[in-house]
């Protein structure tokens, strides 16, 4: 790839993570219109429409294994309890401590499974990083008001479950080897609006009428933006540039979230978040050998 289509894809990268960080002052919005199935119905449905095109211009195959197909049931459960936890955690707290503590917390967790249960190798850095990373989710928890109820509160529970099931989707996924990630998904997105469809979503009977154009915007950031554009890019950008390169562009979400957050919801930033996010997002640096900055030639591209 050339220096110039390196950067327009910079560029790209950092719109997707834009994306992904509006994600939850998207939920925040819709959380006033619908519930959780609801949201993971019409956030599924657009999805596989603007993905599809994409997925056939890309001519991926869509071929699928018994072994994927298992995989792809698995992971559209885990794919529906990790929603609902997004979606409570949103509407019951903040989308600025939802995408900053949710967004951290996954790495750390990812790495956390994968020592206990994959014999993943724990360093002395990894120590010092799990201690820092412990640190900054319990400030972000406000844990030092020593408030049981604020610590225990329901949105913090949903949010903390949230940060475990996603790394369970993601290991899930990645057993799936003789199909292409994106395929994978929506795969995945197919099945779960399926079984939202059965059990928990009464499309005939949905208050349509109160679907203003606030709400349609939401849904279509949430759908076309924060899935289809931000997930197509970051798997191209695993393609082209690699992981550790695209990786360090992951701490851009968080700090997307709550300024997004306090743009459009006017929410309020307390230091705790802060320093909170501040400090996982270092304890995920050392804990996923991530460069933020790239030496060559004696300078240094972001």
């Not at 519930?35 to 869509?62: A, D, G, Q, V, W």
């Not at 319990?138 to 610590?151: A, D, G, V």
């Not at 279509?220 to 950008?237: K, P, Q």
């Amino acid at each position: 790839m050339t220096d110039q289509n390196k950067n327009i894809f910079y560029v790209l990268m950092f719109l997707a993570m834009a994306g992904w960080g509006a994600s939850w002052v998207s939920a925040k919005v819709l959380s006033a219109y619908i519930n959780e199935y609801e949201m993971i119905f019409f956030r599924n449905t657009f999805t596989i429409i603007t993905l599809l095109p994409i997925l056939l211009y890309m001519k991926k195959s869509f071929y699928i294994n018994l072994k994927s197909f298992i995989l792809v049931l698995l992971a559209s459960l885990v794919m529906i309890a990790y929603m609902k936890c997004y979606f409570l955690g949103t509407k019951l707290g903040t989308a600025s401590l939802g995408g900053a503590l949710v967004t951290t917390m996954i790495p750390i967790n990812t790495f956390l499974i994968m020592a206990l249960f994959y014999g993943r190798k724990i360093e002395k850095k990894d120590i010092f990083a799990l201690i820092l990373g412990g640190t900054g989710v319990l400030t972000m928890l406000n844990i030092w008001s020593f408030s049981l109820e604020q610590i225990f509160s329901q949105e913090n529970i949903y949010f903390v479950l949230a940060s475990v099931l996603w790394p369970i989707l993601t290991i899930t996924s990645s057993k799936a080897t003789k199909i292409s990630p994106m395929v994978f998904t929506l795969y995945m997105y197919v099945v779960t609006t399926i079984l939202v469809m059965l059990f928990f979503v009464d499309i005939p009977n949905m208050n349509y009428k109160a679907f203003d154009w606030v709400f349609w915007l939401n849904i279509l950031s949430i759908s076309v933006i924060s899935t289809t554009f931000a997930t197509t890019i970051y798997f191209v950008g695993i393609e082209k540039l690699g992981t550790n390169e695209v990786s360090s562009f992951i701490f851009l979400v968080p700090l997307f979230a709550i300024i997004l957050s306090v743009i459009f919801l006017k929410e309020h930033i307390s230091l705790s978040i802060i320093i909170g996010t501040l400090l996982t997002l270092i304890a995920v640096k050392i804990l996923n050998n991530i460069r933020i900055f790239t030496k060559k030639k004696q300078t240094y591209l972001t």
